[in-house]
């Protein structure tokens, strides 16, 4: 029985060069098929892509708080609550946000100083109201009032997506519009872990 592992690490490594290319074929093929749907669905495609990368964030933050032992049973209504509002809410917001409000913040100068100032556009204005109405959306579909929670809570996670998110916001306005949305989905999902975990946080308990 012991001749089987061998037999299967021989057939692994020498299937492997196959296998990675059949992997990056597949990988490519969904990758044009998800910009190809960006074009002929953009909003319904960020809107499911908003909700899938909020599910994911929220099953890593739930992931950690089980390995560090804070928390003991998973939590399927809040990967729900967070599928909803990435679909609702965060994907369809981020769309409208990106077509109609940033192509008119321009100064006719260079890329980067028109992506700067884009980008603080999108810090200063679109962040505050997408995180409030994360808090509203989640009293909505908790059936709470958070606006104590809000008041705890909004500024210092405000001052987080500021610190660890301006640098990404950034560079997707540097880089070509197809690829923006890939790119900022990746990195909403440790974003949307970190809203997870700050959602449950008591409302005076330091956000770190």
């Not at 597949?26 to 669905?41: I, Q, R, V």
């Not at 940033?102 to 556009?121: D, E, K, M, W």
């Not at 890939?182 to 440790?190: G, K």
Request: proline share 6%.
């Amino acid at each position: 029985m012991r001749i089987l592992p061998s037999i299967a690490f021989i057939a692994l490594f020498t299937s492997g060069p196959q296998l990675l290319a059949v992997t990056k074929r597949m990988a490519a093929g969904y990758f044009t098929a998800y910009l190809s749907a960006l074009k002929t669905a953009p909003l319904l495609t960020k809107a499911i892509t908003g909700g899938v990368t909020a599910l994911l964030g929220d099953v890593v933050a739930q992931m950690i708080a089980r390995v560090c032992g804070t928390s003991s049973r998973w939590n399927f209504s809040s990967n729900l609550r967070f599928f909803l509002f990435g679909f609702v809410i965060h994907g369809p917001q981020m769309h409208l946000t990106y077509k109609y409000l940033i192509p008119q913040v321009t100064l006719g100068a260079s890329l980067l100083t028109n992506s700067v100032v884009q980008c603080a556009v999108l810090q200063g204005l679109s962040t505050p109201s997408v995180l409030i109405n994360f808090f509203l959306f989640m009293g909505l579909l908790t059936r709470t009032v958070p606006f104590a929670e809000m008041k705890a809570k909004l500024w210092p996670t405000y001052g987080k997506h500021l610190k660890y998110m301006t640098i990404p916001v950034l560079l997707s306005l540097l880089m070509p519009a197809d690829l923006r949305a890939p790119y900022m989905s990746s990195c909403q999902i440790p974003w949307n872990a970190f809203l997870s975990y700050m959602k449950s946080c008591k409302p005076d308990q330091d956000i770190y």
